[in-house]
């Protein structure tokens, strides 16, 4: 489990098809802490450390993680949202996040709102009904407020700490954008099913 809260900036540095798609990520993690086998949210994707170096991991992405996000997208140089896995005792700041990207949204409209930048997203229609107002999703790892849903688009506001401390700050309209709805919107509409 994640918060959202992303804690490093990575780079891809290495990526191999071996069967499944291999990455290496350059990270500032203290790497001789992270132990194998630990999940790495990248870009909003839980990942499995296969393989550990100096300022570096390995991990290996299935085939049907590749399909359902934005690695396709990824190339030498691309820079990723990190975050380590939820420690019990450790602060909740943003909200409770798996890992498990439902699928990908697309930037459509950015501009400046005084410091902040509004970001206006297409979601997949299967996936827009678990999207509200004021309610949380993960973009690409990282936890935000829903601030208006039209449809098919939502909107969110991007502080400049978050675009300081995240890849936010490179985004542009087109992106494609890894989409986490929120656990409990997705138990809620579940349980409406069967009222």
């Not at 359902?68 to 691309?78: E, L, M």
């Not at 943003?94 to 206006?120: K, L, P, Q």
């Not at 978050?162 to 656990?183: F, M, P, Q, S």
């Amino acid at each position: 489990m994640f918060t959202g809260i992303i804690t490093d900036i990575g780079e891809v540095r290495e990526l191999t098809q071996r069967g499944d798609l291999r990455a290496r990520i350059g990270t500032a993690y203290d790497t001789g802490g992270v132990d194998l086998g630990a999940s790495i949210a990248c870009n909003g994707v839980c990942l499995t450390a296969v393989e550990l170096g100096e300022g570096f991991f390995d991990v290996e992405i299935s085939a049907e993680s590749v399909a359902k996000t934005n690695i396709s997208s990824w190339v030498v140089g691309s820079k990723l949202n990190l975050e380590r896995a939820l420690k019990v005792g450790d602060e909740l700041g943003g909200h409770i996040v798996s890992g498990h990207v439902d699928g990908v949204a697309v930037i459509t409209h950015m501009h400046d709102e005084g410091d902040s930048t509004r970001f206006t997203f297409e979601a997949p229609e299967a996936l827009a009904k678990f999207i509200a107002p004021k309610g949380s999703v993960a973009l690409n790892g990282t936890s935000l407020t829903v601030n208006e849903v039209d449809g098919c688009t939502f909107g969110v506001n991007i502080i400049p700490h978050t675009k300081d401390a995240t890849t936010w700050g490179t985004a542009a309209v087109g992106d494609a954008i890894n989409l986490e709805i929120d656990t409990l919107a997705r138990y809620v509409a579940r349980l409406a099913e069967f009222s």
